[in-house]
Each structure stands twice: as structure tokens, then as C-alpha cells.
């Protein structure tokens, strides 16, 4: 054996006080730097992770944003739809109101102008039929232009549900 008690058989140093010091020292320097190593590349991966669901966040807020505006356009479409056929029905049912106003301005003429009461009559009775005729004729058109017009009116926004109703079947 040696002489020395430090200094083992095999000539190194084993119960040196610095020695088992600075072997506890490196250790920790050495898992301070692992585990530095490992919290940037955590935080590393985790910067990645979130820019990714930025990312993905911006695309999603583009599209909802395209997607109002595409309602808004088609609100908007809708309602031009809707001013114009109310036009096209209010000069239909002025034009009527017209014509109506003209017969009846004519058959007071002639009533003005009768020999008898029996033709007074007669010119009324006609003037009534007709008046009615005319008013049922004209309410179906006035129907089917106002049936129609709805049909244009909800096209643009049954279009934008149908859209929506794809778009959120398929990211569902």
C-alpha cells in the first residue's frame, strides 16, 4: 500500500477533500447545462407550436371574415332584389288602379247619358263584373309577381346557408 492514505493503490486521488468538490461542482454544471439544453429546445419547440396555431388561428379569422362579407353581399344583393321587384309591383298595381279608374270614369260618362234606368243598370252591373273580374286577375298576378319575387329575394341568402352549412359539415 501506499504511504499516503489520499492516494489509492492505483495512484489516484480518493478522499481529497477538493477533489469530490469539484466532482459535485462539475456534475451540476454540467445537468445546469442539460437541462438548459433542454428547456430552449422546450421552448424552442413550443414557439413553433404556437406560431403554427397563429397561423392557423389568422387563416380561420381570413375566412370568417371572407365569409361575412359574402353575406353582407349577399344581404345587400337581396335587397337591391327586393327594391326593384316592389317597383315593378307598385307600377303593376298603379297601372291597374289606372286603367280601373279610366273604365269607371267611362261608364259614369255613359251613365250620364242613359234614356232608361234599365240601362242604368245594365252599365253598372257591367262596371261590377268587370271591376271584379278584373280585381281577381289582377290579385293572382299580383300573387304570382309577389311569390316570385320572394323566390328572387331569398336566393342570394339560400345560397350563403347552403355555403355555411358545407363549410361547417366539413371542418366538423
Known amino acids: 500500500m501506499s504511504e499516503n492514505p489520499n492516494v489509492s493503490e492505483?495512484?489516484?486521488?480518493t478522499d481529497e477533500p477538493g477533489a469530490s468538490a469539484s466532482n459535485g461542482f462539475d456534475a451540476t454544471v454540467t445537468n445546469l447545462k442539460d437541462g438548459m439544453a433542454k428547456a430552449a429546445v422546450g421552448i424552442t419547440e413550443t414557439q413553433a407550436k404556437m406560431k403554427e396555431n397563429m397561423?392557423?388561428?389568422?387563416?380561420t379569422a381570413e375566412e370568417l371574415v371572407a365569409f361575412?362579407?359574402?353575406n353582407a353581399e349577399a344581404l345587400m344583393k337581396s335587397g337591391q332584389i327586393w327594391a326593384a321587384g316592389m317597383q315593378d309591383i307598385s307600377k303593376q298595381v298603379a297601372a291597374t288602379a289606372q286603367a280601373s279608374f279610366d273604365e269607371t270614369i267611362s261608364v259614369f260618362k255613359a251613365l250620364s247619358s242613359v234614356k232608361s234606368v234599365k240601362e242604368a243598370v245594365d252599365l253598372q252591373t257591367s262596371l261590377a263584373r268587370s271591376t271584379l273580374e278584373k280585381t281577381?286577375?289582377?290579385?293572382g298576378k299580383l300573387t304570382d309577381a309577389s311569390i316570385k319575387l320572394t323566390e328572387q329575394v331569398i336566393a342570394p341568402l339560400t345560397?350563403?346557408?347552403t355555403l355555411a352549412v358545407e363549410k361547417f359539415s366539413r371542418a366538423g
Open 10 to 13: 492505483t495512484g489516484t486521488a
Open 55 to 59: 397561423e392557423k388561428a389568422m387563416k
Open 159 to 161: 345560397a350563403r346557408v
Open 136 to 139: 281577381l286577375n289582377e290579385s
Open 68 to 70: 361575412a362579407q359574402g
